[in-house]
């Protein structure tokens, strides 16, 4: 099992910065492909970012591509989300997941462990 916690949502102004941590327990997560996803009010979960378990790889959502940065250091168990020249339509819950596989996916289903998110609102 592994336990996945977010951390680092909050309130920021548009053109702002926020970086978001996933903090792991119960098994290294050295071995999982780890993605970062969000929801906003009224609208179904969207893949954000993913990265490899060496963070040698990453994909991005077109809509976050040059603005966020996935980052990971496993040495900490713990992943990232650098969100750069934010706008009030990343507004969300954002959410950390964890896939025990080699191959970057984008699709939910395909990750088994999940945190609890944490809160992101970008005011215009």
């Known amino acids: 099992q592994v336990q996945l916690v977010e951390s680092g949502g909050g309130l920021v102004q548009a053109g702002g910065s926020l970086r978001l941590s996933c903090a792991a327990s119960g098994r290294t997560l050295h071995n999982y492909n780890m993605g970062w996803f969000r929801q906003a009010p009224g609208n179904e979960r969207e893949f954000v970012a993913t990265?490899?378990?060496?963070?040698?790889?990453?994909y991005y959502a077109d809509s976050v591509k040059d603005r966020f940065t996935i980052s990971r250091d496993n040495a900490k168990n713990t992943v990232y989300l650098q969100m750069n020249s934010l706008k009030p339509e990343d507004t969300a819950a954002y959410y950390c997941?964890?896939?025990?596989?080699?191959?970057?996916?984008?699709?939910?289903?395909?990750?088994?462990?999940w945190g609890q998110g944490t809160h992101v609102t970008v005011s215009s």
């Open positions: 997941a964890a896939r025990s596989s080699f191959l970057l996916s984008r699709y939910q289903h395909e990750y088994a462990y």
């Open positions: 990265i490899s378990w060496s963070g040698g790889s990453t």
